[in-house]
């Protein structure tokens, strides 16, 4: 599969590069953060929170909406499966990572979607981007045999546990607030997920 840079004009569909704000706090401080073999994520970090950047991040790229950051470390080589939000993820990256992307109109009507439509974008080490609401994603990818550290910022509370059950059409893939899950039959994820994709689960060699 073509791994594409981020400045490639492909990107701009999915989100756009971060600019003007200084991400060296960030990254030193997530060089303390666990990089298993297997992929974590954590929605909200204390010490990342606590970082000047915050206020910054919540500030320019939120609006001053209520933020959280977080990370997702680990490594993985696996589509697995697609999410989206109702609002827009900022993925910072502590390391080199891949991004495997695609677009919410290409979900059809019965809420399956395509592999053969994902593409694969080089997120280097110190960068952030936007990734847009309709912009598809799940956990990033590694390089090579290394593992993967990539910060995770979205509105307050999103991946967090649902209220209440949620069945049929979309709201039945809505799998924690503000997180709508399209899995694969070969994700490993958990029984029941609502699954979605069709065609090859993309691995990256």
């Known amino acids: ?52 950047v915050y206020g910054e991040l919540q500030r320019v790229c939120y609006g001053e909406l209520p933020i959280q950051v ?15 939000h109702r609002s827009s993820e900022l993925d910072i990256a502590a390391s080199d990572a891949i991004l495997l992307l695609g677009w919410q109109p290409d979900v059809t009507e019965d809420y399956t979607y395509e592999t053969a439509k994902i593409e694969a974008f080089l997120l280097p080490k110190g960068v952030g981007v936007e990734l847009y609401a309709t912009t598809l994603h799940y956990a990033p990818c590694s390089t090579g045999n290394a593992g993967f550290r990539v910060v995770i910022v979205l509105p307050r509370d999103t991946n967090l546990p649902l209220d209440v059950a949620h069945e049929g059409g979309e709201d039945g893939h809505l799998t924690a607030k503000n997180k709508w899950l399209i899995g694969h039959p070969e994700g490993g994820l958990p029984e029941g997920s609502p699954l979605g994709l069709i065609g090859e689960n993309i691995t990256l060699d």
């Open 70 to 84: 977080g990370y997702c470390n680990g490594y993985n080589k696996k589509l697995n499966a697609v999410e989206y």
């Open 1 to 52: 599969m073509e791994i594409k840079k981020i400045t490639d004009p492909a990107f701009r569909k999915y989100g756009k590069i971060l600019t003007g704000i200084d991400f060296t706090g960030l990254v030193e401080e997530m060089q303390k953060t666990p990089c298993p073999d297997n992929v974590i994520y954590e929605p909200s970090i204390a010490e990342l929170e606590a970082l000047p």
